[in-house]
């Protein structure tokens, strides 16, 4: 690994770089601590007066979303996400003595709730935490895995790639939702919270009901066909035949009696028994409306598939940064790797000493290359061979590097390197890399204890709104993730590695990422956008690591996301004039994104982060407001 070239400890800059705000790159000055805490105060609703489960200020009744809060200081633990009821009933769960990976449970229930086009028990994700006790960094692979009957045509009809649209609105896209597992194992390994007391603010949420934002009847409307086309999720989510209007009180208690029922049974419940049973009834003859015209595919999933479910522990992926630890998800998700890859080519260079061209040049084409990389030797580790310690190797890193010119952008897209353990300075590939259809949906979520715990979990039931299909009478939408398979081998040499298989969990981007210094957490950060999120995440830490932002700005700086396609989508903002005088071409895109972070200052403080903005922002909050 390289020197460090990271040597003031982060909250130093925190702190200096809050005074001196105006004159830092990127968006709008931070309120820094000060001014978060006074932030905090005029939250009712998300520090938790709310009283536990019931509705904050603003809650059901009063026709006015609660207030989101993106940035929070204080001590006592932390809780981000995008959602202010989500946030309190974690923030709830710690005033109460729960931990981290309690708090990260009851957060994630309760935006099956309210963000139930995003995560839910229909879905899968990746939790990643760092053990307070034993001092390390443990994940929980929590992917939906594809039925045993699907083989490497199963989105193939007559030779051809089934739509991508009629792929995802089917039964043949639902994997078994692995959610429910990782809640159970999260809490059985590091939680003090039975799964009974970890749901019951979600359930308390989904039986009063909570408050339609803009952000859920914009989603609703834009699904609202296909919503219609299936009678069990347009009687919940079209109330009426209607997109629910902002402000409205939508309840859920078909829902809450689900969890109700895993609160009573475990989450076998859900993976045997009648509710497995008619999970797989949907999934095989998917409830359409009569007179629908959809053509919507039976999927192949059995009882069997989803007796046989376990979440996966597995290693995170490590590299080191500007001497900082950075810890991420394994395969099947390409996030750690990925995001691993980008870091060590950019170590190559100082960036921190670069102009803001320069800086972001290298930025740009660290992400392309590792993209590159990426979609040729990412896939399920259990069916692919991946190479993950060379991909995260300084060597390969180096090799890598060597083709990015100062001087011009590279010509997309740059072919994948060979990460076989022999490096020649500047070698290429042979193949070309692309840019696989992804959704856009997802929800990340952060959250930190005052005992040094901190969880950093991406979920997810793939697109917004999933599978469009609601389980009858259960309250929550099924995945689509495994569209998030590779369709067709379009390699020149048959080395697809995400194609469909047996059992197999498709490769994701879901990044959640968590950062040590000097053995002890300090970054935990992650976000929603399918292939996006590698970038975001990237992005997030080098503005936050290498260009001195204050945690708050790092998130809301004008993002663009280079994944070596002919053209790099950006945010309104993001400074492109210098990058097009080096041959890089943009497309316009409105937002990239929807992270949450939380960084660890000194003293025991934490600094709670999420949108200001982007999908109509977030909501940030801690136990103990403090200046
Ligand atoms: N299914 C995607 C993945 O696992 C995430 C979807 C999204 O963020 O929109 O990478």
Not at 88 to 114: E, F, K, P
Not at 214 to 223: L, R, S, V
Not at 361 to 372: G, R, T
Not at 558 to 573: C, H, K, V, Y
């Amino acid at each position: 690994m390289r020197t460090s070239t990271f040597t003031r400890p982060l909250a130093v800059v925190v702190a200096a770089v809050a005074l001196t705000a105006g004159a830092l790159p990127g968006s709008a000055a931070p309120p820094g601590p000060a001014g978060a805490g006074a932030d905090v105060d005029g939250g009712a609703s998300v520090d938790g007066r709310g009283g536990p489960g019931g509705p904050g200020r603003g809650g059901p009744g009063h026709g006015r979303p609660p207030a989101k809060v993106p940035v929070a200081v204080g001590t006592g633990g932390a809780v981000s996400t995008v959602d202010p009821d989500a946030t309190r009933v974690g923030l709830d769960v710690l005033r109460r003595g729960g931990n981290a990976v309690d708090a990260a449970v009851a957060a994630a229930a309760t935006l099956g709730v309210t963000e139930p086009y995003s995560a839910g028990i229909g879905g899968g994700g990746f939790f990643v935490v760092y053990d307070a006790a034993s001092r390390t960094v443990q994940t929980i692979d929590g992917r939906e895995t594809a039925p045993a009957a699907m083989g490497p045509d199963a989105f193939v009809e007559d030779g051809v790639a089934i739509p991508f649209e009629e792929a995802v609105a089917s039964g043949l896209s639902v994997g078994v939702p692995g959610t429910p597992a990782t809640w159970q194992a999260a809490l059985d390994t590091w939680g003090t919270l039975s799964l009974r007391d970890a749901l019951a603010g979600a359930t308390r949420v989904a039986e009063k009901g909570f408050v339609v934002d803009q952000t859920f009847a914009d989603q609703t409307e834009a699904n609202a066909d296909r919503f219609a086309d299936f009678p069990s999720t347009a009687a919940l989510f079209l109330p009426r035949g209607a997109v629910p209007r902002v402000g409205s009180v939508l309840r859920n208690p078909d829902l809450a009696r689900t969890y109700r029922l895993l609160a009573r049974q475990g989450v076998d419940a859900l993976y045997a028994g009648p509710l497995a049973q008619e999970i797989i009834d949907t999934v095989q003859a998917p409830p359409v409306a009569p007179g629908s015209t959809r053509v919507v595919r039976p999927g192949l999933l059995e009882t069997s598939d989803l007796a046989a479910y376990d979440v996966v522990p597995r290693e995170p992926t490590h590299v080191t940064y500007r001497g900082l630890d950075v810890y991420g998800m394994a395969p099947p998700s390409s996030g750690g790797s990925t995001v691993g890859e980008a870091l060590n080519i950019l170590e190559t260079v100082d960036v921190g000493t670069l102009d803001e061209t320069q800086a972001l040049h290298h930025y740009v084409e660290a992400a392309s290359l590792a993209f590159a990389d990426r979609n040729r030797w990412v896939g399920d580790p259990a069916f692919v061979d991946v190479p993950l310690a060379e991909l995260l190797s300084d060597g390969f890193a180096a090799e890598r590097a060597c083709l990015i010119d100062p001087a011009a952008a590279l010509p997309k897209p740059v072919t994948p390197g060979s990460p076989d353990g022999t490096y020649e300075p500047c070698a290429p590939g042979d193949d070309p890399g692309s840019e696989a259809p992804e959704g856009t949906s997802t929800t990340h979520l952060t959250t930190a204890d005052r005992w040094g715990n901190v969880v950093a979990y991406t979920l997810t039931i793939e697109s917004t709104g999933g599978s469009g299909i609601v389980v009858p009478g259960r309250g929550f939408l099924l995945n689509n993730e495994l569209t998030d398979f590779t369709f067709t081998d379009e390699t020149q040499d048959g080395v697809e590695p995400n194609l469909p298989g047996p059992g197999k969990r498709p490769r994701s981007s879901m990044a959640p990422t968590i950062v040590l210094q000097d053995g002890r957490p300090l970054l935990a950060l992650g976000s929603p956008g399918g292939s996006t999120i590698i970038t975001t995440v990237l992005q997030t830490l080098v503005n936050r690591i290498d260009l001195g932002m204050p945690l708050d700005e790092a998130v809301a700086a004008p993002r663009a996301t280079p994944r070596n396609g002919p053209s790099i989508q950006a945010e309104p903002g993001f400074p492109r004039t210098g990058l097009e005088a080096l041959g890089h071409v943009f497309a316009d895109t409105p937002e990239i994104g929807a992270a949450t972070a939380i960084e660890l200052l000194d003293r025991g403080k934490l600094l709670s982060v999420a949108e200001p903005e982007r999908r109509g922002g977030g909501s940030a909050g801690v136990v103990h407001p403090r200046r």
